[in-house]
């Protein structure tokens, strides 16, 4: 259940539950069924939310969580 907001219409926060702490954020700009195009976002397994500057220049991009 991940929830998300828009702040100053240049911050996408990210939440969600602390049963997930430990799991990674994953983005992805290229294509949802691209599997080697998935990155760990660095530090969220730390923490159970995230705050993330938006690239208008991306038109398309992806988040997930990864159990690790």
């Known amino acids: 259940n991940i929830q998300f907001s828009v702040s100053g219409g ?4 990210l939440t969600w539950p602390g049963s997930y702490l430990g799991w990674f954020m994953q983005s992805n700009s290229v294509s949802l069924i691209s599997a080697s195009d998935w990155h760990d976002i660095l530090g969220s397994d730390n ?22």
């Open 47 to 68: 923490v159970t939310n995230l705050a993330i500057p938006m690239d208008t220049s991306k038109t398309n991009v992806f988040f997930r969580m990864r159990k690790p």
């Open 10 to 13: 240049k911050t996408l926060n």
